[in-house]
Nanobody, 120 residues
Framework: VQLQASGGGLVQAGGSLRLSCAASGTIVSVNAMNWYRQAPGKERESVARITSDDGTNYADSVKGRFTISRDKAKNTLYLQMNGLKPEDTAVYYC???????????????WGRGTQVTVSS
């Protein structure tokens, strides 16, 4: 199974980007999916989470600006980012808790990350 993140880029402050993360391969079920980010010199931090029943949680720093969503039919995760700030600059990673065939419990899988750069 692979998680492929895309949609990053360079944007001016106040602009918008939409990140996508597609899970490919044979998957029995998808539980929670998450977006994390890691800025230079900082630890990876949780940005947003969506549960299997579409409950959502956000970091305080992005509440009201970012929206996480998912397309269950496509096993694809999204992050709509509006009102971007220079402090949002980071590599963004998607994470999913997946149950694969012949496994007895789900595991966490990570995408490679996509760079988001916000200029002031």
């Amino acid at each position: 199974v692979q998680l492929q993140a895309s949609g990053g880029g360079l944007v001016q402050a106040g602009g918008s980007l939409r990140l996508s993360c597609a899970a490919s391969g044979t998957i029995v079920s998808v539980n929670a999916m998450n977006w994390y980010r890691q800025a230079p010199g900082k630890e990876r931090e949780s940005v947003a989470r969506i549960t299997s029943d579409d409950g959502t949680n956000y970091a305080d720093s992005v509440k009201g600006r970012f929206t996480i969503s998912r397309d269950k039919a496509k096993n694809t995760l999204y992050l709509q980012m509006n009102g971007l700030k220079p402090e949002d600059t980071a590599v963004y990673y998607c994470n999913a808790n997946l149950l694969l065939p012949f496994r007895t419990r789900p595991d966490d899988y990570w995408g490679r990350g996509t760079q988001v750069t916000v200029s002031s």
